[in-house]
């Protein structure tokens, strides 16, 4: 159970598949020491950069390289469903916009001495964000709420899925050992 059994990609695969752009994209995740390379085809460029974005919210992501992800090649002739396209294409910029703040959120989580080692992970819903993983102490998790909470642009948080565990950097310590092995 994540946050102590699932490594980067399976997490990685995990967020891809809770929103309706990209639970379907026929996308293959690799990670190696902190970066992961997303292969497969996209239907847009926008897709393609939303993809890129929601990994980085990923915490242990260094960097996403996307070049192994192309763009199909578009059709000479319009199709009924391109009037939906400018819908699907503003969802998409929303999206890439909440998991801008998402990544925003995990990147002052790291940066906290206090927290920088715990296994948090932060994803994107509606106009708020997701805490997710755990913490050592009733603290922490207060002040991991407290953080995200004062980031620019978050309207909600939710951490029904951040839990306390006493042993919870050690633990995570210990499941990424065993992951490397």
Not at 16 to 45: A, M
Not at 75 to 80: E, I, L, R
Not at 152 to 159: G, N, Q, R
Request: charged letters at 25%; zero cysteines.
């Amino acid at each position: 159970m994540w946050p102590f059994g699932k490594n980067i990609v399976e997490q990685i695969k995990d967020t891809f598949g809770q929103n309706r752009v990209s639970k379907d994209l026929p996308v293959q995740v690799e990670e190696q020491n902190g970066n992961v390379i997303l292969k497969g085809e996209v239907p847009t460029e926008d897709h393609k950069s939303l993809l890129e974005t929601i990994a980085q919210t990923i915490r242990g992501v260094k960097n996403v390289k996307t070049t192994d992800l192309k763009v199909q090649q578009a059709s000479a002739h319009k199709t009924a469903s391109q009037s939906n396209s400018q819908h699907t294409q503003a969802e998409i910029q929303e999206l890439r916009n909440r998991s801008r703040i998402a990544r925003e959120v995990l990147k002052r989580l790291e940066a906290n001495a206090e927290l920088a080692d715990d296994p948090i992970a932060v994803l994107q819903s509606g106009h708020g964000v997701v805490l997710r993983g755990a913490v050592d102490n009733q603290h922490e998790y207060n002040l991991a709420v407290k953080i995200a909470q004062e980031t620019p642009e978050v309207e909600s948080v939710d951490s029904s899925d951040l839990r306390i565990d006493p042993q919870a950097k050690q633990k995570y310590k210990s499941s990424l050992q065993q992951q490397s092995s």
